[in-house]
């Protein structure tokens, strides 16, 4: 897989100066000692009071240099991607930011880190630091396991610890408290890929079709593969396993954790089916969703719960300075505000039947309608195949409808298939003719005749869509239709319709619309926009004729 990256072996130390370079007021600093020694620390640190350091290997951002400042970490020592930091760099860090107060290491349970952090740990206390550690184990991925992982549920430990020592508690409650809260958390995580590392070869274990649940945020294997399937009944899956260690009479904080990769838009969705599960009866604050301790770039998300009582709830609501961390919400049900006034519009809009404007209506429709594929397959070589479904929706929209028009009224038909395709047609083709039939709406209402408000609807298309004659789009069948309709009639318009939508295929390249931006010579392909345009005048031409 590609990665930004100058050199592997400055990746990490790169990414912290750039941290730094970017967080603002010289909140934060670095020790000296690149690259043996990488710990980002409090630039105000007093060593008043305790100290609370973690850390661990990089590759988990913004974990955990991005959580160092007031109300959470004093000091933050990584590693190299994925590798725990070394005895002499965690030593170092609780020299820099330990006074007579004392330090608590928070440590994620793997083997590297419990190992370098307890010596740095054993050393310092050896010269004379009072020095406590917790390790938080709260994977619940390998039931059974002597030693589960710390994974995503590490940051509520945070969250508390660096509340209490701000509020001026003492080493020991401190300890006291993480060791306590650690206990309480539990997480569980999913994924659709593995990640994978900068300057390695790469290759994902899985297939097509499935995923992993459980695996760890080193892109170690999970406990199971793990078809892919709906969000809803991935977050089912998971739901049911954390809650079988719930208290199902306690209140819970959910930390909704991206791995790396996961769309915005998708973890929005994975917190509304988490919110929607039965897991969130319990739930009483929510954290995320959002990249808070990440795998590279893992296409996965983990869930972790806390149990609250009021010092824990109290902590993770209190507000702290590093941006990375995203405060706690209280869980809320969406809001929702009534339409304005949707009766006043309907009354204006009574049902109506005319049976000439109805057939002419069915008509155009049915007529594309049936050209769906055929316009697909133009916009496939000049834009991104869908011209045909998007023009056959808005088709299908209004004869769902039809019932429903004021057909008899001309102008308030006009505005009704413009608020039609506005809701439903989509893209921006959707948005123009709506544009169009609305602002002709107002034109034949003013006073004006059909041809005339249909060139006003025109001009106010082209005002805001930007397209002219000679640009290739439906603008260049359109236009003339409407002007010959103006000067003659419809079997005049349906000619100059075909004439423009045949010119376009002579253009080699489009001046507005998506087609701009193909590179590629566009010569020999009508526009599947003007040809629409140029089908429908065909089509009303013969229904009006045959009549």
């Avoid at 973890?267 to 990440?294: D, E, F, H, R, Y």
């Avoid at 025109?458 to 603008?475: I, P, S």
Wanted: glycine share 10%.
């Amino acid at each position: 897989m590609k990665h930004f990256f100058n050199r592997r072996e400055t990746i990490v130390t790169e990414a912290l100066d750039g941290l730094l370079r970017t967080i603002g007021a010289g909140d934060l600093a670095r020790l000296d000692g690149y690259p043996e020694i990488k710990v980002v620390l409090r630039a105000d640190w007093n060593k008043t009071k305790v100290s609370v350091v973690s850390g661990g290997g990089a590759g988990h951002e913004p974990s955990h240099a991005g959580f160092v400042g007031k109300g959470m970490l004093t000091a933050a020592v990584s590693g190299e991607i994925f590798a725990s930091p070394s005895v002499e760099a965690v030593l170092a860090a609780i020299r820099a930011v330990t006074g007579p107060a004392g330090c608590l290491l928070i440590v994620k349970n793997y083997t590297g880190d419990r190992l370098n952090f307890g010596l740095a740990a054993e050393k310092a206390r050896a010269e004379g630091f009072h020095v406590e550690m917790v390790i938080v184990t709260d994977d619940i991925a390998l039931p059974g396991i002597a030693q589960p992982r710390g994974v995503a549920g590490t940051l509520f430990v945070h969250k508390i610890s660096g509340h209490l020592s701000e509020a001026g508690h003492d080493l020991a409650d401190i300890a006291a408290a993480a060791r306590a809260a650690a206990k309480d958390i539990m997480s569980l995580g999913v994924s659709l890929s593995s990640c994978s590392i900068p300057g390695l070869p790469h290759e994902d274990r899985f297939g097509e079709n499935d995923g992993e649940l459980g695996l760890g945020i080193h892109g170690e294997p999970g406990v199971e593969r793990i078809a892919v399937q709906s969000a809803s009944r991935l977050v089912a899956i998971m739901a049911e396993r954390l809650a079988a260690r719930l208290d199902p009479a306690a209140s819970h904080a959910l930390l909704i954790n991206n791995l790396g990769s996961v769309p915005p838009l998708e973890m929005s969705l994975v917190a509304n089916a988490v919110l929607a599960s039965p897991l969130a009866q319990t739930v009483k604050l929510t954290i995320g969703p959002g990249p808070l301790m990440t795998a590279l770039n893992m296409n996965g998300f983990s869930l972790s719960l806390i149990r609250l009582d009021a010092v824990r709830e109290k902590a993770l609501l209190a507000p702290v300075g590093p941006h990375a961390w995203m405060p706690a919400k209280p869980v809320v049900a969406p809001s929702v505000v009534p339409l304005t006034n949707p009766a006043a519009e309907g009354a204006a809009r009574k049902p109506s039947q005319d049976a000439r404007t109805r057939r002419l209506v069915v008509t155009i429709c049915e007529t594309l309608i049936v050209l769906e594929a055929t316009l697909n397959g133009l916009d496939a070589k000049a834009g991104d195949g869908d011209t045909g479904s998007t023009v056959a929706t808005g088709a299908r929209s209004v004869l769902e409808r039809l019932d429903t028009l004021p057909l008899a009224d001309p102008a308030a038909t006009l505005g009704a298939v413009g608020d039609i395709l506005s809701a439903s047609m989509g893209g921006s083709s959707g948005v123009l003719l709506s544009i169009f039939f609305t602002a002709a709406a107002q034109a034949l209402d003013g006073g004006a005749g059909l041809a005339k408000a249909l060139l006003a609807g025109l001009e106010r298309m082209t005002f805001y869509g930007g397209a002219k004659v000679g640009d290739r789009t439906m603008v260049d069948a359109l236009e003339p239709a409407l002007k010959a309709l103006d000067a003659g009639g419809l079997e005049e318009a349906a000619t100059a319709a075909r004439r423009g939508a045949e010119a376009t295929s002579a253009m080699d390249r489009a001046k507005a619309g998506r087609s701009a931006y193909v590179g590629s010579k566009l010569q020999g392909v009508v526009d599947p926009g003007a040809h629409a345009v140029a089908e429908a005048f065909a089509a009303a031409a013969a229904q009006l004729a045959a009549a």
